[in-house]
């Protein structure tokens, strides 16, 4: 019926003035307080390690503010850069290597607010197939300043000859049937005898001729015995494996690499978004914070995180609102097996005794499950096999708690990006 501190507890416990009901009852409302106070503490705590960070940051632009330079500027893969003065008035030019073109500025001066003018350039591969050069239902293998057509059979190199005129050097492979076989090498033995042989590729066929051996009809058409991971060209004496759009033909020159477009500044992302490779493509990304409601609003801390602004201590949309928001973007191939453990989420400040994760949201989240794996991890687990092309998207939560008083709650968005091969 009063009010009582930790040591008249304990002097009337002792005295056995108080049932033992009263003193629990009195514990619990005790340690009750001590939660409450502790999820205060932590939050004020956070609020000002936060604004510590917003004040460095805002030296840090000062500092840098006194220099005259622009940024550093990368040397995009297969070109050059020509200048290497990044200060005030200075100009940078660029340059691609034989076989690519520049895409973007190939100028940029360093302006008086210290920010390059026009665009980073990059230096795409030219698509020597991209005029369709290979007439009459010829295939094109694009190369490197040159291409090769693959004509079907019944037709010859020299009745396409006249589309000879652009300017990549062309390879005319003849896939006539008279290119598949050959006169065999034959040479007189001393034994009086007459022993012939075909070149490698070629095997003996009846009539005493050498026949190309169609690799790709005896080992492509299945599954077991594949030779090439995507596609395969018969050639006379030999085959060729072809890589999708977005891919390289490895050393092994059976697989294919995809290209990483990011790094190799090949993509076309605009300002403010973000390259994020995927195979066989790239995706341009744009992670964004709520808008501010309810007293709620969001300040992004890194390219990918956002954090909740310090709240009214009074709004309880504010104290509920997640801490921090956190983007995620994975690519995976298509059809993977599974179960797949794609993404794990912890925790680096654990302060409380549990956390808690679960499956907020997202399109397409039934392929999904999440679960622990220890005590301060979280997995999401791809569930089923996804064919692409598809997106998917999966929203997670992870609340900390103490003593089942939740001191904060931090949301995962996940977004994957399942490519059209399954490599
Ligand atoms: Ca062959
Ligand atoms: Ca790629």
């Known amino acids: 019926c009063y009010q009582v501190s930790l040591q ?11 049932s033992k009901r009263q003193v629990l009852s009195t514990i619990r409302q005790m340690q009750k307080l001590l939660s409450t106070q502790e999820a205060a503490q932590l939050q004020g705590m956070r609020n000002l390690k936060k604004q510590l960070t917003v004040l460095q940051n805002s030296v840090h632009k000062q500092a840098t503010k006194h220099n005259d330079s622009c940024p550093h500027l990368a040397v995009p893969m297969n070109g050059r850069k020509l200048g290497r003065k990044a200060l005030v008035g200075h100009e940078v030019h660029f340059l691609c290597d034989a076989g ?3 895409v973007g500025s190939e100028t940029r001066t360093c302006l008086d607010n210290r920010t390059w003018s026009g665009q980073q350039p990059f230096c795409k591969s030219i698509n020597d197939c991209a005029s369709n050069p290979c007439a009459n239902g010829g295939t094109c293998v694009d190369g490197i300043e040159r291409y ?21 050097a062309a390879d005319w492979v003849t896939l006539s049937n008279s290119s598949f076989s050959r006169q065999p090498r034959c040479a007189d033995n001393m034994l009086g005898s007459r022993q012939c042989s075909c070149d490698t590729g070629f095997q003996m066929k009846a009539g005493d001729v050498c026949q190309d051996v169609d690799e790709c009809q005896l080992f492509q058409s299945r599954w077991q ?29 059976n697989t294919c690499n995809d290209v990483d477009e990011c790094t190799n500044s090949q993509h076309n992302c605009s300002r403010g978004e973000i390259c994020v490779n995927v195979f066989g493509g790239f995706r341009c990304v744009r992670p964004e914070c709520p808008k501010p409601r309810h007293n709620t609003s969001y300040i992004k801390t890194s390219a990918f995180q956002c954090e909740r602004n310090p709240c009214p ?7 509920t ?11 995976l191939q298509s059809n993977r097996t599974v179960p797949r453990v794609l993404f794990k989420m912890s925790t680096t400040r654990f302060v ?30 791809l569930t089923s096999p996804v064919a692409g092309p598809a997106v998917l998207e999966v929203e997670l939560e992870m609340s900390e708690f103490a003593r089942r008083v939740l001191l904060g709650k931090h949301i995962f968005r996940v977004m994957t990006f399942i490519s059209q091969y399954e490599f």
């Open 100 to 102: 690519f073109h520049l």
């Open 321 to 331: 609102a997640a801490n921090s928001i956190s983007f995620h973007y994975l690519p």
């Open 148 to 168: 090769t057509c693959l004509c079907p059979s019944g037709w010859s190199g020299t009745r396409q000859t006249h589309h000879h005129l652009s300017p990549a």
């Open 313 to 319: 201590m009074d709004s309880k949309a504010c104290r």
């Open 8 to 18: 008249t507890l304990l002097l009337l416990n002792l005295l056995g003035c108080l």
């Open 352 to 381: 409380g005794d549990s956390l808690r994760f679960a499956i907020t949201g997202g399109r397409g989240h039934s392929t999904f499950a999440v679960q622990r794996s220890d005590r301060q991890t979280g997995e999401l687990i």
């Open 225 to 253: 015995t594949r030779i090439c991971v995507h596609d395969c060209v018969n050639l006379p004496g030999s085959y060729r494996c072809i890589c999708p759009q977005g891919y390289l033909l490895n050393t092994d020159l």
